[in-house]
């Protein structure tokens, strides 16, 4: 049904190994790659749902919640950074 849709979508998903079917070198390659992006996307969610407190999010209206959903991207950044930010001070 997808391939209907957009014939030329990829999958992002991270080949699993079994048992008698390892991975080969290429493919561990990608699987880190594609696990330092998650991470570093994840962080920025961790930091938005636990430590600004928006697991659950009263309706407040549609463009009051965009705007401090949007406030709060470029704060969480921010906050992952901080260690980094004040090194270089």
């Known amino acids: ?11 992002f998903v991270q080949p699993k190994a ?3 079917r390892p991975l080969s070198e290429a493919a561990r390659a990608r699987n880190r790659t594609k696990s330092t992006v998650r991470a570093n ?5 961790l930091v938005i749902k ?9 309706y407040r ?4 919640n ?3 959903l949007q406030i ?4 969480a950044n921010l906050y992952v950074a ?3 930010l004040i090194a270089e001070a």
């Open 1 to 11: 049904m997808i391939r209907q849709h957009a014939p030329k979508a990829k999958s």
């Open 18 to 20: 079994h048992r008698h």
């Open 41 to 45: 996307v994840e962080h920025a969610f």
């Open 50 to 58: 636990r430590i600004f407190g928006w697991a659950k999010v009263r």
């Open 61 to 64: 209206g549609l463009a009051k």
């Open 66 to 68: 965009t705007h401090w």
């Open 72 to 75: 709060s991207y470029g704060l």
């Open 82 to 84: 901080r260690q980094r």
